[in-house]
């Protein structure tokens, strides 16, 4: 007897919708899905990086000695994460400078990105000025300087002598190609991949197998990524154990009108400052920050910012923003759009003046404010940089003594963290400006990211794991 048939032998219908894409590139449709089922909040990994830093802070100021001995933990992982950055940069910058037929249009995207990077890192250098004249921290602890160890912060004052703006322009020039990516320096390595790509782009059609090669390399390398992105919540719980364990909240408590000061300033340029550049730009500043929560979380536990660059460009390329576009300005935003670290150096000089009881003229504040805008251009993305950078600042206005820096050392990691999370999102911002300003930015993509819409399959682009 012939079965009856059922709903589950009749065939659903394919739906379709209109998507947009590049000439030339395919997009397959899949039929409407039935509602997924949600995943269980400990499934994220926003939600496990977010556990692993309570847990963290509790071992580290229950047992300080056990938090300081896991800092392995955080060290491996932010090495995991640097063994990958040279060669995703190089291929990200690469492939998506060769796209390009008219190169013209490579300068323009380079002389935009060092447009908006002056203006707002000088933007915040004037900000965190204002706040430490109005709200004036280190007013009132009259610290004699002659009782301050200049060998406690003798090791970054050696390392700020070092470091001149002249050695730092040489320095962008490797001195091999394979010594760029040995020694993981983000800028030589950017400098080699722009020549690479212009070559290609000239070569043309005929570097197209090169071209096959290196896209099929970054999807491997992409996949790596989130690979590695499993392992977040254990360097986030060994670095963030490591720092209670050897500073301690009570460091926190002797400086907190410095620390609550500068938390206060970076909170209020990520929401009016960028906020406003977001809003024109036509995105929110708040739904950017969601959609990066993983990162952001990911640089809270680790102090350093360089542990989500490569999430970051892959992130911004999911948004919709043009990966020659991406390739150029995240790289070049992580040395050169150093918002928090800008904002930290001005309000720590003066806090350092005024808990010295040294009275800075006008003059003495712009000397500040010009020396810290070269000084700040050669830092980079890591832990510790704006302290080093700080040192070279202070080094060239003799008026503050750079034994004050010996008053903050104990609270700079905790202030470190807020630095990294400002430029970490300072160069979100930047990116997307930067894309739209070139026409770059798909704004369908991007509203589809920032309100965790899932978009259309492209056939032969890097999909990433959701975490």
């Known amino acids: 007897m012939a079965r009856k048939p059922t709903t589950s032998d009749t065939p659903r219908p394919r739906t379709t919708r209109p ?14 899905p039935f509602p997924a089922k949600k995943r269980p909040v400990w499934t994220h990994l926003y939600f496990q990086v977010l556990v692993a830093i309570g847990l963290g802070a509790l071992i580290g100021h229950v047992w300080p000695a056990f938090g300081e001995d896991l800092k ?24 998506g400078i060769a796209h390009l037929r008219d190169l013209g249009r490579l300068g323009k995207v380079v002389g935009k990105a060092f ?25 009132g602890m009259n610290v004699d300087p002659a009782t301050l160890d200049p060998a406690a912060v003798g090791t970054y004052v050696q390392k700020a002598h070092e470091t001149d703006i ?40 005929r570097a197209q197998p090169v071209m096959t090669v290196l896209e099929s390399v970054s999807e491997a390398f992409f996949k790596l990524v989130a690979i590695l992105m499993k392992a977040a919540p ?30 206060l300033t970076s909170g209020f ?26 990162e952001l979380l990911l640089v809270l536990g680790t102090s350093s910012s360089e542990a989500a660059l490569p999430s970051l460009i892959e992130k911004m390329g999911r948004a919709g923003c043009d990966k020659s576009v991406v390739g150029l300005v ?65 080094a060239v206005v003799p008026s503050v003594p750079v034994a004050g820096m010996a008053l903050i050392l104990g609270v700079d990691r905790f202030m470190s963290e807020c630095r990294a999370l400002t430029n970490f999102i300072g160069n979100a911002v930047a990116t997307i400006v930067v894309a739209r300003w070139e026409k770059g930015l798909d704004r369908d993509a991007l509203d589809r990211a920032l309100s965790g819409t899932p978009g259309p399959v492209v056939a032969g682009a890097v999909q990433a794991d959701e975490d």
């Not at 998507?19 to 409407?32: F, Y």
């Not at 722009?194 to 043309?204: E, K, P, Q």
């Open 19 to 32: 998507v947009k894409a590049a000439p030339g590139v395919a997009v397959e449709v899949a039929p409407a």
């Open 72 to 95: 392995p933990l955080g060290d491996a992982f932010i090495r995991l994460v640097k063994m990958i950055i040279a060669p995703v940069i190089f291929l990200t910058v690469a492939t």
């Open 166 to 205: 002249i050695a730092f322009l040489m320095n962008i020039i490797p001195e091999t190609v394979v010594g760029a990516f040995a020694g993981g320096e983000i800028l030589q390595v950017l400098f080699f991949a722009i020549l690479f790509g212009i070559s290609l782009a000239i070569i043309g059609d």
């Open 330 to 394: 995240v790289p070049t935003g992580y040395s050169f759009n150093l918002d928090g670290t800008n904002i930290y150096m001005t309000l720590a000089a003066l806090f350092i003046a005024q808990a010295c009881g040294v009275d800075l003229s006008l003059g003495d504040q712009l000397l500040l404010l010009a020396v810290a805008m070269l000084s700040s251009k050669g830092a980079a993305g890591v832990t510790g940089a704006g302290f080093i950078t700080l040192a070279a600042t202070l």
């Open 115 to 139: 447009a908006y990077f002056l203006t707002f890192s000088t933007l915040a250098l004037i900000i965190g000025l204002v706040v430490a004249n109005v709200v004036r921290p280190g007013a």
């Open 234 to 263: 254990i360097g986030a719980f060994g670095a963030f154990a490591f720092t209670i364990g050897r500073y301690g909240i009570d460091s926190v408590i002797n400086l907190a009108a410095l620390v609550a000061t500068f938390y």
């Open 269 to 294: 340029f990520v929401v009016v400052v960028l906020g406003a550049v977001a809003r024109f730009n036509g995105f929110s500043i708040f739904r950017l920050i969601r959609y990066l929560k993983e």
